[in-house]
Each structure stands twice: as structure tokens, then as C-alpha cells.
């Protein structure tokens, strides 16, 4: 490899260094301690020294260095793992820099001639490199040891690496951590003693970081059910920052496609860097605390203050720009944040440049002032250019007026700062939903109704409305610490719809997607799949007691908005709890906008929660458990299983307790929900066992626990709610409220926010992707666990190698998943198919997988006769290998018996694993997963496995001629390498030319006329000669490739076709007891095992 050239010192230099080559410009040297004559105490020290230190040498064992003869300065210009790389480096100088070098005057020319050359080269190099980092020198450095060190396939992207520390017990052994797409490697060597550490990251458990007395900081790693420790680290926030976002994204990538594929900014394995990883991050946060769609990318941030009208002073802050938003978050504690669409935007002024002031004019008569922003200039002509206006100062009379109105409204808030009325925004008032809110067809608000609840619910809109007039109303609405009180207190029924759609930033989605919805409605109208027969099931349990949805009016809208939506979303479809959810939604927003609210909390607000796995809510279940051991220390102590808060706790979160508290609590609770996201549901659970922890802590098991929580849910009331009895729906659980002093929501809610309110979404999101690794895990655990209890009643593997036998398989899908996104292996598979069918092989896999754990050398990865095993166990012809099939032909190559080992052998060559197609490509049915799933279909196929009868060797057919030879043939692969190889080899063909003769009398006997006495020992003696040629002919020369060559190596023993039946093999191969012990010696599986394990990932690397 070409390095740019750095002078170096060898002064002390010489006694590391051999030299192997020189001339007068050029020194080729080897590291003492590699190649010949190395070892010993030097190569030890030498290792060591290589390992702990960053140079190029630890790595490198071989270098070029340039000099001149009147200079005693030396360049370093080339490295080498192996002598091979560095002579061809070096011969590469000899022809074509050696010669140009004699006509320079001077020895300053020649080294800037070299010095240019080689920077050349890896000018040249680095065209074609993925490689973007900040010092490409010392990263293609580290690329280099990363590939000599730990052998992966060239595909494999290295992200980033750095020193450290890897804890082996209580001894620490220094050395180099790499991070790469798909690994996490580490490699130390010191005094002899290698370390080296490889751990794919769909392998790992726990990513978390601790500190202990030891270790004052570290990084903790739990993968295979081993702790490994990573300490010294110079930046650890930011190792570890890396490594939760490539575990995550492995996650994503081969566990959780669904939410992987909203994604394409990593679509591509090969294309990750830590820049875009960094950069994927930050639009990741940026997107979660403003609400924004998934489209959404953080361009540009800029610091700056923005002048806060109703404050009367300027708070700092961020400005963030995306594609279609501007956002600005402040950084003083005042918890300030608006956000404006470029939609909204109509001008941008700089009125005063000596304070880099810019202006931002919207719709509404607004205007933000931003003052000391660094490059104003920039972000006024990209501002500007976003949203499609001139920056030419005469552009248009209209645009003049709005100039001339943005300028007026300054220099109003200038003068008169106590005067905010001009704040007010315009509500939007789209018409594009035929339907209301349900809330206001089944109750109206009576103006006229003077109740005190209903003169509370009055002053709860004024509030509101004095808010507006403060803050803003609409898009860009400022949020403050005030507005989160307001929301705690409790939103008027008024008001509820409209702000959930600005809290929840489905205002944006809808405003930007005119017409979607009702496109989703016209396309889903009458469709029927198993989604809308699941919907049509549930739509009638979806708050039954409320009086909207006990007519055709509440259950069509609901019908519409879960089935557009499973049809805008067919991966999710639908799930239980949407129902609920939807229902409530509806009855406070129009049809359209309770689609879009669904959009936001499916698909940004709660993740992966609407799948058949509910990933999304058993990881905020784990992070639920974590707050509690943080807060709640006594509830802990009694009961040290927390288990049992998960699954009393389930419901909370999957419906945002809307199913355990009556309607008119739980709305609430919604109203929380959209504006602080999970953290809400977070704090009121705590705050919930919190008021109930001496009943908690009293009890003496779990239903007792359980019946505590629903007596005090039912006990929860809303004493502000204007709805009528007729509307308000009693909780699910015992109505008995004796035992229990009613508890008023909107007092629980305030106390959930003074206890818990420290708690930051900061640390929930980190929370909740530390958490996420353990619930992947331990799903596809159970996975395992299931497949290997079913497999295990099949075959005669224990449960250990069937567990060794499971993780080969899986990485082995993996492995063809890695390095491409295109893999047919990673489009099969899906998690909610059965356990069986969650992991199939193609035939390239399955290929290489079989051929390191086959009994015999008889089946190379890509040879014919592995395409031949792979039909015969593909016992529904779709392509596919599951787990069972592979598990039960390998049972019957190691433990089955020397009868149904011939079996097996004798079925390779029989249709349709025998049937090979001219092109040689596998014919594949569907793929699975597709459409409406065929109920009927997959019971027939289980009653006719039920009904399966065992297979004699009577129904077996007989084998032709071309198939009898291939099989002989195939005996002779099994047979090659063997110790008694020889005797196997005359056993094979005395029984074939048995064989033949047998079937040349039989066909005598059973012919009227008997053919010429001189033809018959013709063939015969043809026939014994092919088989005494086979005998003689190694499997190297044997050609196994195809049917059609094998029958050209035969004669034409006659006219007509013969064959043999299994039986007449069968009891040939009995008589010949060398055959017999070669099938029956036993195999050792664990040693097979043990070495597929080692050569699994070499084997794909040798590619």
C-alpha cells in the first residue's frame, strides 16, 4: 500500500528494522521478528510494540523508504503485509521511477518528484475508495490492519476504530477496537499473547455504559451469554454513540425491516460511514423533538437569538433547517420551540445587517426576529430558495405590500413591546373532510347551559384563547413551559382535536398530502383481505358504551380511517388496540384528521408498537421497569420479579390507558401523550404504582396486585368533564369504588409531573434502543427455543448440537443478508410466519452451509449433487430450506441407519432432485407472505401430514440406467479419502458388475427369443469393463457435473433401457461388509460443528 510520505528517524531505527533490498534512492526493510528468522524473545517484543503503538509498523512487517545519496533524511512511501505486496511495489519503482530519477540536477528534485509521484498513486487509489474520513492516511492504515487481523470478506465496511482497553477477568489488555458495518472487533497483542475478539452485531444482548471501582468508565458488551468490557477509552460518548447506532441499525436492517425501510439514507451496507451515521443521528433527534415526518432531514443549524414577544426579551437558541421546515429550539431552560413550514413563509427581510438580524414574515401577520446569526446571508438566501421567493428587491407590487407590512410589524414590536395583539394567528379551517368530529353529532355543547362544569369548561377556553393571542395559534404556534401547564390541566373538549393535530405534527402531514385520504378510501372501498376481516371483527367492541359507536355513523367513519390506513400501510395492516385508539380519536377529530393522527402515532410516536410482535411496546415496557428500580427503590425490594408490572402494564401503553380508565380520564391522558410523547405515559404509570404502593407492597400475589390497579382505575373520575352520563363509559373491571376514595385525573396527571417531570425524553430514546437489543433477543430466543422443541421429537440430535446447529443456520442467512439489501434470503424472511418458516436458506446458502457439516467429502458448496440434496429435503418445492428440513436430512446422514442412508442417497437420484433443468436455475414458487394468507390451503397441507404414511422401500421407483451410473459414481466421491478407499472402490464395482449380470439374465429369461449367443457376453463383458474403469478413476476425474456426461463415459450396454429396483441394490451393498462399516462407523458432530463454527465466515471471506 502507498503511504504519503513522512520523513522518519533511524537513528534507533535499525535495530526494529532488516534490510532486505537497496539501491541509491530506495531501502526495502523487514520488521525483525516477521518472515525468516523470526521469533523468539525479539518477535515478542517487536509484537507487542507493533500492537500497543500507532504506527504503520504494527500493522506492516515490510516498508519502502526513500533517501538520496547526499541526505540523511528518509521517507516512509510504501507498506506491505507480505513480502509478495511490498516486491511488487517495489519492482513497480524499479521500471518506472528509477530511470526518470538520473535526470535531475539536484537530490531536493528527486525527493519532491517521489514525494509527488506517490501522492499520485494514492490520489489515483482513493477514486475508487468508500472510504470518507477525516484523515484517509491513518484510516487506510487501520483498513489495512482491520483486513490482515481478522479475515472478513472484502465487502465488509470499516466504520471507524480506536485504542482501548479489553477486559479479560481483572487483567486489561491494550489493543485497538474496530467498528465495522456488520462487526465489532478487538485485537491486542502483547508479549506473546493474542487477543482476538469478533462479535456480529445481531449477536449482542446488552450495549450499555457503567462504571464500577475498577473500571471508573467503561463500555459493557453482552453477546453468547459472555460480559466483555471496553475501558481507556479517549472519547467514550462518542464510541459509544457509534456502537448504539450500529447495533441499531443491524436491528433494523435484519430483525425489524418494517421500520428499517422508511430509511433510505442506509439502504446501502457498503455506503456506511461514521459521518452519515453521525448525520443519520441527528436528523433522527431532530425529527422526534419537532414532531416532523419521516422525510424530514437536518440541513443546517445556526446558532442565534430569537426575540420572544411575550416575554419582551431575546432567548438563545438553535435555528434548525430541514427541506420543508424551519425550526428553533431554545438552549437558556425556558423550554421555548416553534416551528415554521416553509409553506407558511412569505417573506424574508435582513433589516439590519450590523446585527446579522434576520426576518422571518408568515401567514397571519407574524413575524420572528432572529438576531446575531453568524451567516445570515446564507440562511436568508436558502430560506428563500426553499420557499420559492426572489431575493431581487423588485420583484412584485404584492411583494412590496408584504414587505412594506413585514417592515410596519417590526418596528410595532419595537415600540411597543407590551402591545402582542397583533400575535394572533388564523385558525386553519380546511374543508376537505365531509364528516365532524363525533363528539360534536352526539353531543353538542348547549351555549346556554349554566352548570358549573360547563362554566369551568368556558374558562378552560379562555385561557386557551388569552394563550393564542400570546403565543400564537396554528403552525407556528410558539410552545412553552406554559402550554405544557395549560395541557396539564386539562384541554377544553373545544379545542381537544385541533391541538392534537398541531402537537402531534399530523397538521403538517395532512396540509402537505391533500386528497390522500380519500384516494386511500376509494382504492380500499370493498377490497377483502385479512386485514379488513380482522377490522370488520373488532369494529363493534371499539367503545361499545358510547353512544357514537353504536351507530352506522361512528362505525363507517371507523371502518374507513383502519382500513385506509392498513391499505397506506400493509406491512402494519392492522392490529389490535388501533380500533380503540382510532375510536377515541374520531370523537374529538374530523374523519381525515383522525387518519393522520393514527399516521403520527403509528408511525413516529410509539414505533414498531402495531405489529404482530408489539416490539415497540414490550422495549417501553423494559424502559417502564428500568424507571421503576430508578424511582420507586421499596416497590423493588418486596417484589423482586418485575415481570409482573410488564404484563399487568401492556395494556397501558398499547392503548395509552384509554382501556383501563373511563373515556372522559383517559382523554387526558391523550392530551399529555401528544404533547410530551411516551415520557407521559411513563410518569403516570409511575405515579399510578407510586399511589398505590402500600396496597402494592401488602399483597401477597399477583392477583391480588391485579385486582389493587383495577379497583383504583375505576375509582378514577373527572369531575371537570361536561359530558353527560349518557357519553361518559365506565372503566372495564369491578365497579365496586367502596374500597377506594375517588381520585380526580387531571390531580394525578399534575402529581405524575411533579414527581416524575425530571425525567428527560433524552434519556427515554436512550434508553428505549438499549432496551430494544434485549427484547429482539429475547424473541428470537424464544424462536429458537420453539423450532428446536419441535425439530428435536424429529430427529436424534440433542439439544445442544440442535442449538449449535440453529446459530449456524441463522448466521448462514445472515451472512448472504451483510453486504447487499437485495438478498432473497432477507426478503423471506419474515418474523410473523410461523417459527418453522422465520429462517429459510436459498440454494447458494444452503449450499456452503451443507458442505461444512456433510458427513462426506462428497459434496462440494456448489456442485451438482448439493443442488440434488437441496430438491430432495425441499419437500414443498418453494425454493426454501426451513430449518426442520436441513435438520432432518443431516439426522439422517450421522444417526440414521445404513438402510435409510441408502435411502437417502438413492432419492438423489430420482426425480425430481435428479431433474435438473438445462439452465441449471432453481424454479421457485411465490414468495410467501404475499397477499390474503390461504387458511384452507395450510390446513389441508397439516391434515395431510397427519395422515402421512410411513414409506416402505416397496414404493420406491426403480433407477435407470444413466441414474444407476450417477449414483455409482457418487459412491465413488463418498468413498475418495477415505483410509480403506481401495476395498470400497472394488467393493462398488463388484456389486455393479453383480448388479449387471443380474439384470442380464433377468431380461434373458423374460425375452421370448433370445438374442445371438456371441452379442450377449459382448455386453456383459462391456458393462463389467465400465465398472472396473469406474473403480480404477478417481472422483477428480470422474465428472460429477452432469447426467449427460456420466452416460457418455458408459458403453451402450444394449438397445434398450434397464433398470434396478432399491431392493436389488440393497441387498448387493449388504454383502459387501467394507460398505456396510463405512456407513455405519459413527460420525463425531460436535467436531464438525466446532470447525464450521471457525470456518463459516473464512469460507464467505475466501469468496
Not at 437569538?305 to 426579551?313: I, M, N, Q, R
Not at 457418455?1048 to 438397445?1055: F, I, Q
Request: charged fraction near 25%.
Amino acid at each position: 500500500m502507498w503511504l504519503k510520505p513522512e520523513e522518519i528517524l533511524l537513528k534507533n531505527a535499525f535495530k526494529l528494522w532488516v534490510t532486505e533490498k537497496d539501491n541509491e534512492y530506495f531501502v526495502l526493510q523487514r520488521r525483525r521478528g516477521y518472515g525468516e528468522g523470526g521469533g523468539g524473545l525479539t518477535g515478542l517484543l517487536v509484537g507487542t510494540l507493533d500492537t500497543v503503538l500507532d504506527s504503520t509498523s504494527k500493522v506492516a512487517p515490510y516498508r519502502i523508504l526513500h533517501h538520496t545519496p547526499d541526505s540523511q533524511v528518509y521517507w516512509s512511501i510504501a507498506c506491505g503485509v507480505t513480502k509478495e505486496e511490498i516486491v511488487q511495489h517495489w519492482d513497480w519503482l524499479q521500471q518506472n521511477i528509477m530511470r526518470t530519477l538520473s535526470v535531475f540536477d539536484s537530490s531536493e528534485d528527486i525527493t519532491s518528484f517521489v514525494q509527488g509521484k506517490i501522492r499520485g498513486l494514492i490520489a489515483e487509489e482513493g477514486k475508487t475508495s468508500l472510504v470518507l474520513e477525516d484523515d484517509p492516511e491513518k484510516f487506510r492504515e487501520a483498513l489495512l490492519r482491520f483486513e490482515k487481523w481478522f479475515e472478513l470478506p472484502p465487502e465488509e465496511k470499516l466504520v471507524t476504530y480506536y485504542s482501548c482497553s479489553y477486559w479479560r477477568g481483572k487483567v486489561p489488555c491494550q489493543g485497538w477496537l474496530y467498528l465495522s458495518t456488520n462487526f465489532l472487533c478487538f485485537y491486542s497483542y502483547l508479549l506473546g499473547a493474542e487477543v482476538k475478539l469478533v462479535i456480529s452485531w445481531d449477536e449482542i444482548w446488552r450495549l450499555e455504559k457503567t462504571s464500577n471501582v475498577i473500571l471508573t468508565e467503561s463500555i459493557h458488551v453482552l453477546a453468547h451469554g459472555e460480559d466483555h468490557y471496553f475501558s481507556m477509552l479517549l472519547h467514550l460518548s462518542e464510541t459509544f454513540v457509534i456502537m448504539e447506532q450500529l447495533a441499531d441499525y443491524s436491528i433494523k436492517r435484519l430483525f425489524d425491516k418494517e421500520a428499517f425501510q422508511r430509511e433510505p439514507a442506509l439502504s446501502d451496507p457498503l455506503q456506511i460511514t461514521k459521518r452519515g451515521l453521525e448525520a443519520h443521528a441527528k436528523s433522527d433527534q431532530f425529527r422526534t423533538f419537532f414532531r416532523l415526518p419521516k422525510e424530514e432531514n437536518l440541513l443546517e443549524v445556526h446558532e442565534s437569538f430569537l426575540w420572544v414577544p411575550f416575554s419582551h426579551f431575546n432567548t438563545l437558541g438553535k435555528i434548525c433547517l430541514s427541506e420543508n421546515y424551519l425550526c428553533f429550539a431554545s438552549q437558556d431552560g425556558s423550554q421555548c420551540h416553534v416551528i415554521i413550514p416553509m409553506r407558511e413563509v412569505v417573506n424574508v427581510e435582513k433589516p439590519d445587517s450590523s446585527s446579522r438580524t434576520l426576518t422571518v414574515c408568515v401567514r397571519g401577520k407574524r413575524a420572528l426576529r432572529f438576531t446575531e446569526v453568524r451567516d445570515y446571508q446564507r440562511l436568508a438566501n436558502t430560506i428563500r430558495s426553499r420557499c420559492g421567493i426572489s431575493a431581487s428587491p423588485q420583484y412584485s407590487a404584492s411583494s412590496e405590500a408584504i414587505r412594506g407590512e413585514c417592515q410596519s410589524l417590526i418596528n410595532h414590536f419595537e415600540d411597543n413591546p407590551e402591545d402582542v395583539t397583533l400575535m394572533v394567528g388564523q385558525k386553519d379551517s380546511s374543508k376537505a373532510v365531509s364528516t365532524e368530529a363525533l363528539m360534536t353529532v352526539f353531543h353538542p355543547q348547549d351555549v346556554e347551559n349554566l352548570d358549573p362544569k360547563m362554566l369551568k369548561e368556558k374558562m378552560k377556553e379562555q385561557s386557551w384563547n388569552i394563550h393564542f393571542s400570546e403565543y400564537g395559534r396554528g403552525t407556528s404556534m410558539f410552545f412553552t413551559r406554559k402550554t405544557r401547564d395549560l395541557i396539564v390541566r386539562g384541554v377544553p373538549e373545544a379545542l381537544r382535536g385541533e391541538l392534537w393535530m398541531l402537537f402531534s405534527g399530523a397538521v403538517n402531514d395532512m396540509a402537505t398530502h391533500p386528497g390522500y385520504y380519500t384516494e386511500l378510501v376509494e382504492q380500499s372501498l370493498g377490497t377483502s383481505t385479512l386485514a379488513t376481516d380482522e377490522i370488520e371483527r373488532d369494529l363493534h367492541r371499539s367503545l361499545p358504551e358510547h353512544p357514537a359507536f353504536q351507530s352506522d355513523t361512528g362505525i363507517s367513519a371507523l371502518r374507513r380511517v383502519l382500513t385506509a390506513y392498513a391499505c397506506r400501510n400493509p406491512k402494519i395492516g392492522y392490529c389490535q388496540a388501533m380500533n380503540i385508539l382510532t375510536s377515541v380519536l374520531l370523537l374529538y377529530a374530523k374523519e381525515e384528521e383522525a387518519f393522520w393522527l393514527l399516521v403520527a402515532v403509528c408511525e413516529r410516536m410509539l414505533p414498531d408498537y402495531f405489529n404482530r410482535r408489539i416490539i415497540g411496546a414490550l422495549v417501553d415496557q423494559a424502559v417502564f421497569e428500568d424507571l421503576i428500580r430508578e424511582n420507586l427503590p421499596q416497590l423493588v425490594d418486596h417484589m423482586t420479579d418485575l415481570s409482573f408490572f410488564s404484563s399487568v402494564s401492556l395494556s397501558w401503553f398499547l392503548t395509552l390507558f384509554i382501556s383501563v380508565l373511563p373515556i372522559e380520564s383517559a382523554v387526558n391522558v391523550v392530551d399529555c401523550f401528544f404533547y410530551d410523547g411516551i415520557k407521559a405515559i411513563l410518569q403516570l404509570g409511575l405515579a399510578v404504582l407510586d399511589y398505590n404502593m402500600e396496597a402494592l407492597i401488602s399483597c401477597h400475589d399477583d392477583a391480588e396486585a391485579v385486582t389493587i390497579l383495577n379497583k383504583f382505575f375505576d375509582s378514577v373520575t373527572n369531575k371537570d368533564s361536561p359530558l353527560p352520563p349518557t357519553v361518559q363509559q365506565a372503566s372495564v373491571g369491578n365497579n365496586d369504588k367502596a374500597s377506594h376514595i375517588s381520585v380526580d385525573i387531571s390531580e394525578l396527571i399534575q402529581e405524575a409531573y411533579k414527581k416524575y417531570g425530571h425525567i428527560r425524553s433524552e434519556e427515554v430514546e436512550s434508553s428505549r434502543k438499549r432496551n430494544k437489543l434485549y427484547v429482539i433477543q429475547t424473541l428470537e430466543d424464544t424462536t429458537k427455543q420453539n423450532v428446536i422443541r419441535v425439530v428435536s421429537q424429529e430427529v436424534r440430535f440433542n439439544v445442544s448440537q440442535l442449538d449449535e446447529l440453529y446459530n449456524l443456520f441463522k448466521r448462514q442467512h445472515f451472512l448472504s443478508c451483510y453486504w447487499t439489501m437485495k438478498s432473497p434470503a432477507l426478503l423471506h424472511h419474515d418474523p410473523s410466519l410461523a417459527y418453522l418458516e422465520q429462517y429459510q436458506l436459498g440454494f447458494q446458502q444452503f449450499s456452503v452451509l451443507f458442505s461444512l457439516l456433510e458427513p462426506w467429502a462428497f459434496c462440494t458448496s456448489m456442485s451438482t449433487l448439493s443442488l440434488w440434496v437441496f430438491r430432495l429435503i425441499d419437500e414443498n418445492q418453494d425454493g426454501l430450506i426451513n430449518f426442520k428440513e436441513f435438520c432432518c436430512a443431516l439426522d439422517t446422514l450421522y444417526g440414521g441407519s445404513f438402510t435409510n442412508k441408502l435411502i437417502f442417497l438413492f432419492k438423489l437420484h430420482l426425480p425430481p432432485a435428479f431433474d435438473l433443468p438445462e439452465d441449471g436455475v432453481i424454479r421457485k414458487s411465490p414468495e410467501r407472505g404475499k397477499g390474503k394468507v390461504d387458511l384452507q390451503a395450510y390446513l389441508k397441507q397439516w391434515q395431510n401430514e397427519i395422515l402421512k404414511k410411513e414409506e416402505t422401500i416397496k414404493d420406491l421407483p426403480r433407477i435407470n440406467q444413466s441414474q444407476f451410473i450417477q449414483f455409482s459414481k457418487t459412491l465413488y466421491n463418498i468413498f475418495h479419502g477415505d483410509p480403506e478407499e481401495e476395498s470400497l472402490y472394488r467393493a462398488v464395482a463388484h456389486v455393479t458388475s453383480l448388479l449387471l449380470r443380474m439384470e442380464e439374465v433377468g431380461r434373458r429369461l423374460q425375452e421370448p427369443r433370445s438374442p445371438p449367443e456371441t452379442k450377449q457376453p459382448a455386453n456383459t463383458a462391456a458393462a463389467e469393463e465400465s465398472s472396473a474403469e469406474d473403480a480404477s478413476t478417481t472422483p477428480e476425474s470422474s465428472d460429477t457435473s452432469s447426467p449427460h456426461n456420466s452416460q457418455d463415459a458408459a458403453p451402450d450396454l444394449s438397445e434398450t433401457e434397464w433398470s434396478f429396483s432399491f431392493e436389488q441394490i440393497l441387498a448387493s451393498l449388504l454383502n459387501e461388509p467394507v460398505i456396510v462399516g463405512f456407513f455405519d462407523r459413527p460420525v463425531d458432530i460436535q467436531t464438525k460443528l466446532r470447525q464450521a463454527r471457525v470456518a463459516q465466515l473464512k469460507q464467505k471471506a475466501n469468496k
